[in-house]
DNA sequence: GCGACAG
DNA sequence: ATCTTGTCGC
């Protein structure tokens, strides 16, 4: 395999992710009064990041997006390098705070403690779960009823669950990312499904990320020009 | 040393 | 993540 950033630079950014992780707090110290979901696509060179706000049931209540020049590869255990800018300002665009954010991607089951969701939850301050369809690092057993739970452990300590979130679909990972407890980030995204594979939130972001892109690859498409 | 490796 | 049609299973 072919290095992608200097062995200098890669130790400044582990250092970054290492203070993220000093600031993350693993509690309860959220309320659900403003749910939010973000999620990142990518066109080219640039990085779309769309967010989205929920309603009572379950319904989009407001959105923002966020286009950059993407300005970092994609190297595992450095998502957030990559994807966290565009994110931060999507959610910075919305008019109204969340006050628990979902995140496509690691929380504290990371490297260094320290995936997208707690960067995020930690340069916003506010309470985040990560949510992500591949485990990066932890032991665990597969669950194979819907339904079944298996905790997610690194070094002995929890870190978060495997989920099987649906039917004829992998499970997925769950984990806090800020804010949250262990415990919370899989009660909160068991709370958020709803027949899909992912939570609402995640789902909902990824459809307007989505969206966002194609209006972007084809221009006045979309009627009213 | 070898393999694994979020999106 | 992204490139892509049909297709198998709920």
Known sequence: MKRFISISLERHL???QTKIASSVIIAD??????????????MGDMVISGAVTLDFPMK?????SC????SFPYIPGFLSFR???????????????????FVDGCGINHPRHAGLASYI????????????????????????????????????????YVLKSRKNCRPIVVAPG??????????????????????????????YVRNVKEALRAPNQGGFS
């Open 14 to 16: 582990i250092d970054i």
């Open 29 to 42: 110290l959220f309320s659900e009064d403003l749910i939010a979901g973000v999620d990142q696509a990518f």
């Open 60 to 64: 989009i209540h407001e959105l923002a």
């Open 67 to 70: 286009t950059l020049a993407t």
């Open 83 to 101: 994807e966290g800018p565009a994110a931060v300002r999507a959610i910075k665009a919305l008019r109204k705070r969340p006050t628990l954010l």
């Open 121 to 160: 939850g930690v340069v916003l301050d506010i309470p985040t779960v990560g949510i992500s369809k591949n485990v990066l690092c932890g032991s665990f057993e597969t669950p194979e009823e819907v339904g079944g739970v298996s905790l997610l452990v690194m070094d002995g300590d929890k870190v978060g």
């Open 178 to 207: 800020h804010l949250v407890s262990v415990e919370s980030s899989l009660k909160l995204v068991c709370r958020f499904l709803r027949n899909h594979k992912l939570p609402e939130p995640c789902r909902l972001a990824h459809d």
